[in-house]
């Protein structure tokens, strides 16, 4: 068996409403799609979602790498030989995250298709469903109610705030949050790299009634250290997102105890196969997992939730940034009460209208 078509193309997709963070406000995004066809006639697909800040990738740059130095190492290789691809293009393109995650994942959903499996079940089918927190950005207080009502409205059970601009502000929030949506109601809480050591005590101090479940990089990426004081001081689960990038960051983090969770999003390391290490490390650190995401569509989505079900440390999962996409050409995850379900179809059960 051969690859024999490669195809890959960007489409661009305003979001229903832009959402804040603590150092950006995003209306749309870009995400980059690969098609793969072997010479036995299956398809499979994998996208990208680039972030300049993230993944240091545009979708100008990873179009590009994947014209000059992507095609030719796939076109005509044995898609079974994974490793080896994968391998290849990571010593051609070390700097190229979600590039290599589109080629893992649209190379897994071909793999899980020749075996006519849902790619969970191919890759040890640990549980059939997963609950997601789904998201609320920067916002006034009276907004960010609203946002939390209508969400409990539509069956969700978890919310993560953002936050990590105005320790104060964020304080007020989660305690009107809590009072507004009742006890059941999981809330977590990302400051997305905003915060000092002080205002994480003084953050976690004043929300302790609000009985947050984590807290999810409160302080800078690079500045590992602080992040494990973070850890040491307070009472609630703090998370690691943005400083973890590969599988060095990941021994670090679990080698100096600086951190109780880690949130392995596809798109910042290198795919399923990457991501599949990471929690092994994090496993072996007795460290919690979660599955994030970029701003992906539901493709990028369908990818995160079969890695999560096949792993029984990836607890938690954060994946719905496909609510806000406009003209996502993708579709497959079936969601019902906040809780994401696979398509029982081979591989990673998504179509594309393209």
């Known amino acids: 068996m051969r690859i024999k078509n490669i195809k890959f193309w960007s489409v661009e997709m305003k979001l229903t409403e832009p959402y804040t963070i603590s150092y950006e406000t995003i ?11 072997t010479n036995t006639g299956i398809v499979a697909y994998g996208c990208t979602a680039p972030d300049k800040e993230i993944t240091g990738e545009t ?24 490793a080896w691809i994968l391998h290849k293009l990571k010593m051609a393109l ?11 994942m649209a190379l897994y959903d071909l793999l899980a298709k020749i075996a006519n499996l849902p790619l969970y079940q191919m890759l040890g089918g640990f549980r059939k469903h997963i609950k997601t927190s789904i998201t609320i950005g920067i916002l006034p207080v009276e907004e960010t109610l609203a946002k939390a009502q209508e969400f409990i409205k539509k069956g969700f059970k978890c919310i993560k705030v953002k936050g990590g601009a105005d320790v104060d502000l964020d304080i007020e929030r989660m305690i009107k949050i809590r009072e507004t949506v009742g006890k059941k109601v999981e809330l977590r809480f990302d400051a997305n790299q905003g915060y000092t ?8 101090k004043s929300t302790r009634q609000v009985k947050i479940e984590l807290i999810e990089q409160p302080t800078p990426k690079n500045k590992f250290e602080l992040l494990g004081r973070v850890t040491n001081q307070v009472a609630i689960p703090i998370m690691a997102d943005e400083s973890l990038l590969n599988l060095s960051d990941a021994f670090r983090l679990a080698k100096k105890d600086l951190v109780n969770m880690v949130n392995i999003k596809l798109m910042k390391v290198g795919g399923i196969r990457q991501a599949i290490s990471i929690n092994a490390i994090a496993q072996a650190a007795q460290i919690e997992s979660m599955v994030g995401c970029m701003d992906e569509v539901e493709l990028g989505i369908a990818a995160g939730m079969h890695f999560a079900l096949s792993q029984h440390n990836v607890l938690y999962a954060d994946l719905d940034s496909h609510f806000d996409i406009i003209g996502d050409p993708s579709r497959g995850v079936i969601i019902r009460d906040g809780v994401l379900y696979p398509q029982n179809k081979p591989g990673l059960g998504c179509e594309l209208d393209f």
């Open 27 to 37: 209306s749309e995004t870009t995400n980059v799609f690969i098609m793969l066809e």
């Open 59 to 82: 979708a100008s740059e990873v179009l590009q790498k994947l014209e000059q130095v992507a095609q030719p190492i796939l076109n005509n290789a044995d898609p079974l030989r994974m």
């Open 94 to 104: 070390p700097d190229s995250p979600s590039l290599l995650a589109g080629v893992d």
């Open 197 to 204: 050591l002080e205002e994480c005590l003084h953050f976690v």
